[in-house]
């Protein structure tokens, strides 16, 4: 059972459907954890897609507006739940004795969690349909 109501995820859908780039962004925070704009840009969305830094930084701000993400510093990030992007970076600096990690963050908030799971039920729903 759903937190929203079918009027409400047809409004999610038609809102991701005209911001596909906050889909995208909230899938892959879903799927691999908290990230950096920075790091999206140039490992998974930017170089092949064309995007520009702050149109990434436009649609996490959008995500943000509407409660779906949430701000974390990097030193709030715990060291074994971290994306694959990220641990790359961590592994390279492990030489240090104070980890770098003073970037920020975005992770789902609790509202973004639910309303992922949503909409990928209903996708799913619908394909098997």
Known sequence: ????????????????AQHPI????????????PDTPMIVHKRLLGR???????EI??????LLDF???QKTSGKELDRHDLTSSVKKTLKRRQKYHTPRKTHTYYELSRKGELLARAV??????????
Not at 48 to 54: A, K, N, T, Y
């Open 1 to 16: 059972m759903s937190v929203f109501s079918a009027k409400e995820l047809i409004l999610w859908q038609e809102f991701f």
């Open 48 to 54: 092949r897609s064309g995007l520009s830094i702050e």
């Open 57 to 62: 930084r436009a649609n996490y701000q959008l």
């Open 22 to 33: 906050a889909y995208q962004l909230m899938m892959h925070t879903k799927h691999y954890g």
């Open 120 to 129: 990928l039920q209903t996708s799913v729903g619908e394909d098997n349909t």
């Open 67 to 69: 409660g779906l993400m």
